[in-house]
């Protein structure tokens, strides 16, 4: 079974300039989520889609932060303008039913300078 | 809201020795599910072990368990016989039943000396 894919594995850009990151869940998976995790912190949710409704995004700073599953399948998530610090790993999970393993992928990591 | 705390920012063990990493959790909630999770350097989250809050049993997977105890909120994982490959940071989580959010502690940093 083909795990939770995200790209681009590694990304730098300069301050105010803007950045997407890809997610495709595991296949069948309804539930995707968004994790913005900070160097020497636990992850922190920005976004949870339930198919390709959005069920919680309140920790998305939606002046620059945005995020949209147009299929219910794959999703994608934006930054702009980005600032310094919100450079981080981008973590993508996925879930099958409620209450089931969360999975999670690779990550993305995001150096703005 | 739910939180989760990791009291223990890094702990050391000697290789093949037993460790238990600290986690406790608030909630009012009676139905939720536990997580640890351990992230290597490059940062994928790796599911070690799951909890059910209506089991008592305390959930075990190989070299690792849990001591789970509802009453006093709390979660910590022992690791029997650790391996270099054990180090990592570890991150203990709590997820609703009811919404379904992950929250996660702020780590525990393991290292294994050999």
């Known amino acids: 079974e083909a795990g939770v894919a995200q790209s681009p594995r590694y990304k730098i850009i300069e301050k105010r300039q803007s950045v997407a990151f890809w997610c495709n869940p595991i296949s069948g998976h309804a539930t995707l989520y968004w994790y913005q995790q900070i160097l020497g912190q636990g992850p922190k949710l920005l976004i949870q889609?339930?198919?390709?409704?959005?069920?919680?995004d309140s920790q998305l700073p939606k002046d620059r932060f945005s995020a949209e599953r147009l299929k219910g399948v794959d999703s994608t998530l934006k930054i702009q303008p980005a600032k310094l610090e919100d450079s981080a790993v981008y973590l993508c999970a996925s879930s099958y039913l409620q209450g089931n393993t969360i999975y999670f992928g690779e990550g993305s990591w995001l150096t703005v300078v | 809201a739910q939180t989760v705390t990791q009291s223990q920012p890094e702990m050391s063990v000697q290789e093949a020795e037993t460790v238990t990493l600290s986690c406790t959790y608030d909630t009012s909630e009676s139905d939720y599910y536990l997580f640890w999770y351990k992230q290597p350097p490059s940062r994928q989250m790796i599911l070690v072990i799951r909890?059910?809050?209506?089991?008592?049993q305390n959930a075990t997977e190989n070299r690792f368990s849990v001591n789970f105890q509802k009453a006093a909120k709390s979660f910590s994982l022992k690791i029997s016989d650790s391996q270099l490959g054990d180090a990592a940071m570890y991150f203990c989580?709590?997820?609703?039943?009811?919404?379904?959010?992950?929250?996660f502690g702020k780590g525990t940093r393991l290292h294994i000396l050999p």
């Open positions: 909890q059910e809050a209506y089991k008592q």
């Open positions: 889609f339930q198919n390709n409704g959005v069920v919680d």
């Open positions: 989580a709590y997820r609703s039943a009811g919404d379904d959010k992950i929250i």
